[in-house]
């Protein structure tokens, strides 16, 4: 019965054979090609998402540019949650930067978890409380830095994005247009 997403479930959850099956039917484990978008602007969440390898990006079309706003990559949740609690179109897209595999949770089956696995309702709150306070830290310290302190901070927090993204892709992450993140690059490294 031990499959990854029970693996995954019982680093933080002591889990029964009746509750490790229940997450086995709940939340399968999907492989997706890198360039799939895995929610597009407009569209209702139905699903949420666990990085099990991979990296996917959150990005907004702002006037016919994408704008890349974050980054999940293993051991990280993918969700839409304005989208996907309370039902409605979705205002950004989710791709697939690389291949991926990614455990998935519809929203029927998450409410039939917390019924058949009360105690993982607590983990969901506890986790999301968690990335709620990480997410604050990381856009206060966005809003208050210059671009090459952002470039800085993402050198010392995520450096494997440098090798795992695209530079456009990571330019528009920092808010910055690529030549201008290729002068911050040159700007550091002469230092």
Not at 42 to 55: A, K, L, M, N, T
Not at 58 to 70: F, Q
Not at 121 to 148: I, N, V, Y
């Amino acid at each position: 019965m031990e499959n990854d997403i029970v693996k995954l479930i019982s680093r933080f959850l002591t889990l029964t054979e009746e509750e490790s099956t229940a997450f086995v039917e709940c939340i399968p484990i999907e492989s997706f090609e890198k360039g799939t978008i895995l929610l597009k602007e407009g569209q209702v969440s139905r699903e949420s998402y666990f990085v099990i390898q991979g990296c996917v990006r959150k990005y907004y079309l702002i006037e016919g540019d994408e704008r890349t706003t974050a980054f999940y990559i293993e051991d990280e949740s993918v969700a839409s949650l304005q989208s996907y609690k309370n039902r409605t179109p979705a205002n950004h897209y989710f791709e697939c930067v690389e291949d991926c595999r990614l455990a998935v949770l519809s929203y029927d089956k998450e409410q039939e978890l917390f019924q058949r696995v009360p105690k993982y309702e607590s983990l969901c709150r506890m986790s999301m409380e968690e990335d709620f306070g990480a997410q604050q830290e990381s856009l206060a310290k966005f809003m208050t830095s210059s671009p090459e302190q952002r470039y800085k901070t993402l050198l010392e927090s995520r450096p494997d994005l440098l090798q795992r993204v695209p530079q456009y892709h990571l330019a528009s992450y920092l808010g910055v247009k690529p030549e201008s993140l290729s002068r911050i690059r040159k700007r550091i490294s002469n230092k």
